[in-house]
């Protein structure tokens, strides 16, 4: 049983399923555990870390109630201070709650809090790529300047950062309700624009071509790509789709390595047929020789699909520029950065609290 007694709550009023806050809040009443502050994500912007600030206030447990972006805004938040988080997935895809296997009923969710246990998860943490390595501070939590941001799910640049503009506006939601994925896939799709990026690798894997079973060997070797794309997406936690539960083949929370995923600015008509090749595990071909990868002579060796359009490797970094600087960036599906843009696996892990 988890020793749980004095909670602080954030919440987003946008999130898919926020009506279901007030219930969740009168459970967690019930189960005799204060809730010593109920805070709006929003009351969090500019803020510098309140992790070190809630754990000296006597906080046990930060719960997120709401979707991917919000869990990301928190656990920038909380990283570095140890504080664990609890997820009641009040989204509208809750990919982050998924890749965690922790319920999407709001009961079940907040009945954790007696019966689920502590895990630690990767984190990944990006950066301007111009700035200098972050060297944490003891005065990191009076300080109002931030330079980096952690997430949880991944870190995209392209259609998708196009897809949140539109997705994530309140108008927009108030308007289309559940419509609003929907609706704002079609815009970007009709007006979408692909950029001509540089992505330079760290600590790349290399997965063995003579067993597909080993585990990838880290290559100090630098490498990079260089093309016209439509996203760069950086996962960290393997479920998208919501409901659809689409799952990033060999990506985990658990394996020290960032999945990279670039789409390049194939025909529009060939991109689902293209996506759904890649989500079927049956289309991936470690390391095989194919005339696709012969064209990325420094990429080869760590591709982990031949679907031709598609790259995926590991590495625990990455640098990211566009021929058009700044490009926005959205981490956890919140537009929170711009390129350049350099990520790597935080050294900090994230505690959660999961099904025991």
Request: proline share 6%; net charge negative.
């Amino acid at each position: 049983m988890l020793n749980v007694h004095k909670i602080l709550l954030v919440h987003s009023p946008h999130s898919g399923r926020s009506s279901q806050l007030t219930e969740a809040i009168t459970s967690l009443q019930t189960q005799s555990l204060e809730i010593v502050e109920t805070l709006s994500i929003a009351d969090l912007d500019g803020l510098p870390d309140q992790g070190p600030l809630w754990k000296e206030r006597g906080i046990d447990i930060v719960v997120a109630a709401g979707g991917d972006g919000l869990i990301g805004g928190v656990t920038t938040h909380i990283a570095t201070s140890g504080l664990p988080l609890a997820i009641l997935p009040l989204g509208t895809s809750n990919d982050i709650a998924r890749s965690l296997n922790i319920p999407q009923d709001v009961s079940a969710a907040l009945a954790l809090l007696a019966n689920g246990k502590i895990i630690e998860v990767d984190l990944g943490v990006a950066r301007p790529a111009e700035q200098a390595p972050l060297i944490p501070s003891s005065h990191a939590a009076n300080s109002t300047e931030k330079h980096h941001s952690y997430f949880v799910h991944a870190l995209t640049t392209g259609i998708n950062v196009q897809f949140a503009r539109v997705a994530t506006n309140v108008a927009t939601r108030k308007r289309y309700g559940r419509m609003t994925y929907p609706f704002a896939a079609i815009e970007v799709l009709r007006n979408h624009t692909a950029q001509e990026m540089k992505i330079q690798f760290t600590d790349l894997a290399l997965a063995s071509t003579t067993d597909p079973d080993q585990p990838p060997v880290q290559s100090t070797q630098a490498a990079s790509l260089h093309c016209q794309a439509l996203q760069t997406t950086i996962i960290n936690a393997p479920i998208f789709g919501g409901a659809w539960n689409f799952a990033v083949p060999q990506a985990t929370l658990y394996d020290g390595l960032l999945d990279i995923i670039v789409i390049e600015d194939i025909d529009l008509g060939n991109l689902n047929t293209t996506l759904s090749n890649f989500f079927s595990t049956s289309e991936q071909h470690p390391g095989a020789p194919q005339a696709w990868h012969a064209r990325y002579p420094d990429l080869h060796p760590a591709e982990l699909t031949g679907i031709p359009g598609i790259h995926h490797v590991q590495a625990r970094g990455v640098t990211i520029t566009t021929s058009s600087d700044p490009q926005g960036v959205t981490l956890d599906g919140e537009i929170r950065g711009q390129t350049p843009i350099s990520v790597q696996m935080a050294s900090e892990r994230l505690r959660v609290v999961v099904p025991g």
